[in-house]
């Protein structure tokens, strides 16, 4: 779906904190994507990623501060009511229906009637495995093409904004590279933002980055900036940058 053309960010969170329990996970998130273009947000494990998908997804209400998508509050919204607006999210663990067909896990994530024809091509372009598989549960599927499901579930209709959870964990490299493919061509008719441990992927596909530390984000700017100083990578993501090569 094409954006007005303006250059009013389409999601910003301002100081958003997140509480689970008693816990004070989010501790003052500030980010903003533009519209269009793939942002990575990245850092150490429990640095706060998955929560701020979760909050921005309205799986956790912000305890404070302000989360606007294209000029409209969303913090404290229900996520059904979110994921109206246009905003669809792939968790880590896919969420996906192994019992039943891939076309039948496509079926229900479509909200707004039967399938696409021409949408669900475009889709089997993106990932030919599922063509393949139209027809068999989706319990057969390798880990990949489990997170290839996941990720056609999240576009089968157009989305203004997609949020990713690390869709390369535990993946095989061949299904690796289809993925850059497939994340290349995805970019450039929707928003989306995508937690990452893989830095060659992230690097690979984001225009811009962010860099969560204990609840905040650290560092904001281009991904080709990062990509090429090995020192600002070391003193933001230290030894889990290594560790997931
Ligand atoms: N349901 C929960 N109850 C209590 N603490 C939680 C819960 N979910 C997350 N946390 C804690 O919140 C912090 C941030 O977790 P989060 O999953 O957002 O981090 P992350 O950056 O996504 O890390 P990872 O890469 O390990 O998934 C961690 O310390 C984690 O233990």
């Known amino acids: 779906m094409s954006e007005m053309p303006t250059t009013e960010p389409l999601l910003t969170l301002s100081g958003v904190h997140t509480h689970i329990g008693q816990y004070h996970i989010l501790q003052g998130v500030d980010l903003s994507l533009k519209r269009g273009g793939m942002t990575v947000l990245l850092g150490r494990n429990g640095a706060g990623k998955t929560t701020t998908l979760r909050t921005i997804m309205g799986l956790w ?10 000029g409209r509050s969303i913090g404290g919204t229900p996520t059904p009511d979110i994921a109206q607006s246009g905003i669809a999210y792939v968790p880590e663990t896919m969420a996906v229906f ?13 909200r707004s009637g039967p399938l696409d024809q021409a949408r669900l091509d475009w889709i089997f372009k993106l990932f030919p495995a599922l063509k393949k598989f139209w027809q068999f549960p989706a319990g057969v599927l390798s880990g990949g093409q489990k997170q290839m499901l996941a990720i056609a579930r999240a576009i089968v209709e157009p989305r203004r904004l997609i949020l990713i959870d690390e869709p390369t964990k535990g993946i095989a490299p061949a299904i690796i590279e289809a993925m850059i493919t497939a994340f290349a061509e995805l970019k450039r008719e929707t928003t989306i933002l995508l937690v990452e441990q893989n830095f060659r992927f992230a690097a690979s596909l984001g225009d811009d980055v962010a860099v969560m530390d204990d609840g905040r984000i650290v560092h904001r700017g281009p991904m080709a900036e990062l990509a090429r100083d090995e ?13 997931h090569q």
């Open 231 to 243: 020192a600002l990578q070391t003193r933001l993501l230290g030894l889990s940058l290594d560790a």
């Open 98 to 110: 192994a019992d039943l067909t891939v076309r039948e896990n496509m079926i229900l994530a479509a």
């Open 61 to 70: 209400a912000p305890s404070a501060g302000t989360v606007t998508f294209d």
